[in-house]
Each structure stands twice: as structure tokens, then as C-alpha cells.
């Protein structure tokens, strides 16, 4: 298949930028993803999707937590794509100096955002390279007025040393993916704290 031919309908389907934001163990993580869509037409009982790739630190700390966070950006912090999304909380403390709030699912809750969803995750299915978190927001807030960041317009912001170090950063992230995508595991989720051989989990807290 020619990916051209789809690509305008694909890059609709991503959503504005969001810092998952996760605890574990005493140490708080935080990474960028654009892989969340809504889940529920309950309006008392919202929902949402998060795929996480499974050779982020976050992945390991969402599926041992059993909860994330999702604190979407305002346009003006372009900044945050590069601290967060560029570098894994493995070499370094993201949320370091960042202002933040532990939210009433454990996972820290940043002060300067669009607006935020606390989540607790409910489900789980395995995707090979990545694993789709079905999670129920137990809390948020929405404060900024305006529209959130999305990554065809902070792109375009991006310096170009940012962009060569993505370029090369999702290159090596496409051939893990093409490499793990069909071995999924069709076991039905756990939450890991009750049964943790189950499911694939990250080496570090697995
Ligand atoms: C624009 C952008 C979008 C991204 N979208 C996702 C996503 O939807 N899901 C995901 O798991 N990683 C996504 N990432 C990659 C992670 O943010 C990145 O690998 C991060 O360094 C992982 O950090 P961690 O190892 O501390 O968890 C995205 C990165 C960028 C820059």
C-alpha cells in the first residue's frame, strides 16, 4: 500500500499534544504522546484511549501503576516537546523543576497546561509494540481558554536541531515497531499488581 495515498486522512486521527504524566515507586516520569482519543459517550462517565510504546519508561510505570495522567499543552509550550518527548526518563529527571501537583490517581498533575485529565486505567490491550490503555477520568480541569498545541503546528516552531534529533529518534522507533507489532498477546489484561506475568511488561519494573 502507498502510505501517501492515506496519509491525509492518518495525520487527522492524532491528538493535540499531551504529557503523559506517571508515578511509580516513588519517582514521577513524563512523556509526550499524540496516541489518545475519547473512549466513552457517557458524559458522567468519560473515557479515553492512550497507546504507549512499550520502550518508554512511562509504559512501564503506567501498566505497574495502573493509572496516567494527561496534561495537554498550550500553544506557547513548543519547549516541552523536546524535555519530554525527545529524552526517556531513564537518563534524566524530566519533571525536575517542572511545577506540579500529585493528582488524586497518584500520577503528578502539571500546573501550567491547556487542561488536564487524571486517569485511572480500567483495561488493557497488548498491540505488540504497544499496548492500548483503556483509562476512566476520575479527575480534570480545563485552564486555558483557546485551543490546545497539535504537532502539525508546533512542528513548524520546532528548532532544527530538535527536528533531526525526532527524525532519528522515530526512524529507530519504526524498525523496533515493525519488528514487535505482530507478536501480540491475546491473554486478557490484569492489573499488574494482581498478576504480573500476564502480560509484557517493561524489564525495569517487570
Ligand atoms: C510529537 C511526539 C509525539 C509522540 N507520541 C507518542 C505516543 O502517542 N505514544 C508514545 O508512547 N510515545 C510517543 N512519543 C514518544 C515519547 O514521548 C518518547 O519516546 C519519550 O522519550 C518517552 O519517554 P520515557 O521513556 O521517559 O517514557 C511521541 C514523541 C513526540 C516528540
Sequence with gaps: MDYSEIAPIMRTLWSPLAAVTSHWQGK??????????????????????????????SHSMVLSSG?????????????????????????????????????????????????????????????????????????????????PLWWQDARRQLPSEWLERWEIKQSSEVAASRATMDQVTLESWQPVLINRSSFHSGKELG
Excluded: H, W
Design 67 to 147: 493509572a496516567l495522567a494527561l496534561n495537554f499543552l498550550k500553544p506557547d509550550q513548543t519547549n516541552l516537546i523536546g524535555d519530554f518527548g525527545l529524552i526517556s526518563g531513564r537518563d534524566q529527571d524530566k519533571l525536575n523543576g517542572v511545577a506540579k501537583t500529585k493528582g488524586a490517581s497518584g500520577s503528578p498533575v502539571l500546573d501550567e497546561c491547556f487542561g488536564y485529565l487524571d486517569c485511572k486505567v480500567i483495561n488493557a490491550m497488548d498491540a505488540g509494540d504497544m499496548t492500548c490503555f483503556l483509562a476512566e477520568v476520575i479527575k480534570g480541569e480545563a485552564l486555558a481558554d483557546g485551543k
Design 28 to 57: 514521577d516520569n513524563v512523556q509526550i504522546a499524540v496516541a489518545i482519543s475519547a473512549a466513552s459517550i457517557v458524559p458522567d462517565r468519560p473515557r479515553v484511549v492512550v497507546q504507549l510504546y512499550k520502550t518508554n519508561l
